[in-house]
């Protein structure tokens, strides 16, 4: 199968299973792109995770580096599309059908359990991918400082990106 059709099919059917964003899919998105197809490596997925936190917009510019890694700007507008059109239909007929529901407490008991599961599923692959890229003890104390930091503090996460960086370049991790 061609690289472009592997890459529209099966990042069609992630989208499907998006709810709470790219983020609540990095696990899987890791696990296809670097274990399954060997689109590209570990150190690259993370690279490219930095870049799409690092920049304005969607956090959908995971995948689309992804797409463009493997094959050049077609591979890009192939991604990203594939990770939007299923996703965006289905939005588009449940919230359709959620509005038009008459009672409300139910809209809003789905509107609360929606947030509940976007969350928890982006926790679940905060620490998925935390624990897959984490592999001594200094990175693991980094990501509690970056995830204290972050919590306790309102710094744009651009500085923690900084800060991680100059880590990286002293060879500390």
Request: hydrophobic fraction near 55%; glycine fraction near 6%.
């Amino acid at each position: 199968m061609s690289a472009l059709i592997s890459l529209f099919l099966k990042l069609s059917v992630f989208s499907l299973f998006a709810f709470g964003g790219i983020n609540a899919l990095l696990p899987a998105l890791f696990e296809l792109s670097v274990n399954q197809e060997r689109w590209i490596d570990q150190q690259t997925f993370a690279d490219f995770f930095a870049i799409a936190q690092g920049a304005p917009g969607p956090n959908m510019m995971t995948v689309t580096l992804i797409g463009w890694h493997v094959s050049g700007v077609a591979g890009a507008l192939i991604a990203t599309f594939a990770i939007c059109w299923p996703s965006s239909i289905m939005i588009f007929y449940l919230q359709r059908y959620i509005v038009n529901m008459k009672d409300p407490k139910k809209q809003k008991i789905i509107r609360y359990a929606a947030s509940a599961l976007a969350v928890g599923l982006v926790l679940s692959s905060a620490w998925q991918i935390s624990t897959q890229i984490n592999h001594d003890a200094a990175a693991y104390l980094i990501t509690i400082l970056t995830i204290g930091t972050a919590y306790f503090t309102r710094w744009h996460p651009l500085y923690l990106i900084a800060v991680g960086a100059m880590i990286g370049l002293t060879g500390f991790i």
